[in-house]
Nanobody, 126 residues
């Protein structure tokens, strides 16, 4: 199985920033389209942002648009989520997801990603 590892979560105050990182095992890194999802207590896991295998297509949901930026550095085998102006409602476990693809598109559905990290906790206090 492909291993996915994310890191960078923590406890911060509203208005602060965090940068999450994710890497995958095996293969050439740009074989993977990737995404960030989050799950708050008592809620379903939801998409935050997605990126195509070569980084040419990016997407962020409206609730984080203008605050979060998804990017990747394929040479360093790392995908990032830069989170600025954090709000208490951003508090959640954040998951990195990956899938193999031969296309240049991004993917937005939970069920489109077979490989998942263990999650990293982001807590934003008011």
């Amino acid at each position: 199985q492909v291993q996915v590892v994310e890191s960078g979560g923590g406890l911060v105050q509203a208005g602060d920033s965090l940068r999450l990182s994710c890497t995958t095992s095996g293969r050439i890194f740009d074989d993977y389209a990737m995404g960030w999802f989050r799950q708050a207590p008592g809620k379903e896991r939801e998409l935050v942002a997605a990126i195509s295998r070569n980084g040419s297509v990016t997407y962020s949901v409206d609730s984080v648009k203008g605050r979060f930026t998804i990017s990747r550095n394929n040479a360093k085998r790392t995908m990032f989520l830069q989170m600025d102006s954090l709000k208490p409602e951003d508090t959640a476990v954040y998951y990195c997801a990956a899938r193999f693809t031969a296309t240049a598109i991004a993917y937005y559905g939970r069920n489109e990603y077979p490989y998942w990290g263990q999650g990293t906790q982001v807590t934003v206090s008011s």
